[in-house]
């Protein structure tokens, strides 16, 4: 069982860097919660629509985003990742470059369950590594 979550949390954090590299939003919205928690590394409490917005009006525009040492934590009802993440990319016009280290927590979309393969990010933080 843990294999599979693992795998499905693996492509879930995938289509999650490259819905965020192309702001494409209708991929956002099926991978982030509508009830989304989000601290960023400023402790600014971010929602879905505050992220989607970002993106929808080319605020942020994210131009790499590589990822490594990435751990995952598996349970049935829930996974927890840390990724470090290598971001490249400018906010409101201005340069936003550095390294941080996210936290997410998976959930299942609760209309159709784990076993669809269905999972949001229903919480996250980010931390910037010096």
């Given at each position: ?42 402790g ?86 010096v």
């Amino acid at each position: 069982m843990h294999a599979s979550i693992i795998a499905a949390i693996q492509d879930a954090e995938e289509r999650l860097r490259q819905a965020m590299l192309s702001s494409d939003i209708a991929a956002l919205e099926a991978l982030l919660d509508p009830d989304l928690l989000f601290v960023n590394h400023m402790g600014w409490t971010v929602t879905r629509e505050d992220d989607l917005d970002a993106h929808r009006g080319g605020l942020l525009k994210i131009h790499a985003l590589d990822l490594s040492d990435q751990c995952i934590l598996p349970r049935a009802d829930c996974a927890v990742v840390s990724v470090l993440a290598r971001i490249a990319g400018s906010y409101n016009g201005v340069p936003a470059n550095g390294t941080f280290r996210f936290m997410r927590t998976w959930t299942p979309d609760a209309a159709s369950g784990s076993a669809s393969g269905a999972w949001r990010v229903i919480a996250a933080s980010s931390v910037m590594v010096v």
